[in-house]
Nanobody, 121 residues
Framework: QVQLVESGGGLVQAGGSLRLSCAAS???????MGWFRQAPGKEREFVAH????????RYSDSVKGRFTISKHNVQNTVYLQMNNLKPDDTAVYYC???????????????WGQGTQVTVSS
């Protein structure tokens, strides 16, 4: 069983930065980790994922070059560094863990409760 707790969300002006953290309980080193987001009235969408080893990453086109995902197995923590934030990045951000790496939410078995990110223009 894996439990995930996100933190680091908040209100920031456009162009600013935030770093989201996802603290995991259990032996998460074998899991692939992903970040997803959901804006009001929209479906949950893929943001980024990182392989269990931390060596393979992938990003959605909308965040590529601005966001960086990293996985620290010793700390059991996954980070999402978000730079040059835009109002369109406003959403609830969710951390997820799964045995299968992918950009589909169905690839993930465990989810956190989410953290709100609001970017003002």
């Amino acid at each position: 069983q894996v439990q995930l707790v996100e933190s680091g969300g908040g209100l920031v002006q456009a162009g600013g930065s935030l770093r989201l953290s996802c603290a995991a309980s259990g032996r998460t080193f074998r899991y692939n980790m992903g970040w997803f987001r959901q804006a009001p009235g929209k479906e949950r969408e893929f943001v980024a994922h990182v392989s269990s080893s931390g060596t393979i990453t992938r990003y959605s086109d909308s965040v590529k070059g601005r966001f960086t995902i990293s996985k620290h197995n010793v700390q059991n923590t996954v980070y999402l560094q978000m730079n040059n934030l835009k109002p369109d990045d406003t959403a609830v951000y969710y951390c997820a863990a799964g045995a299968v790496i992918g950009s589909n939410s169905r690839d993930y078995d465990y989810w956190g409760q989410g953290t709100q990110v609001t970017v003002s223009s």
